[in-house]
């Protein structure tokens, strides 16, 4: 926004909150959930995905649910002359 306003464009922001953090009914659903989610290569195994994803879970009563909740989006948009 900072960089638009610098340049002369009066932009707008929208502020979308934050989403609940992931829920996960298995391991295999949060694998395949991240696989979609990063356009992850057939050579990334299982393995080495759920050794970066296992430290961002926890254990639920949904079975397995992220540490945190996601970010806040911001939508920018200006109108061009």
């Known amino acids: 926004y900072n960089l638009l ?4 464009i009066a932009a707008n922001v929208h502020m979308i ?6 829920e996960f009914s298995n391991r ?6 991240s696989r979609d989610m990063l356009w992850l290569p057939d050579r990334i ?10 430290p961002l ?7 397995l649910t992220m540490r945190e909740a996601p970010a806040p989006t911001a939508v920018v948009w200006w109108q061009t002359a």
Request: overall charge negative; hydrophobic content about 45%.
């Open 57 to 63: 879970l926890v254990r639920s009563e949904a079975g």
């Open 45 to 54: 195994t299982d393995e080495d995905l759920w050794a970066q994803l296992e």
């Open 17 to 22: 909150p934050p989403a609940d953090p992931m």
């Open 5 to 8: 306003w610098s340049l002369g």
């Open 28 to 33: 295999q659903d949060a694998l395949a959930w």
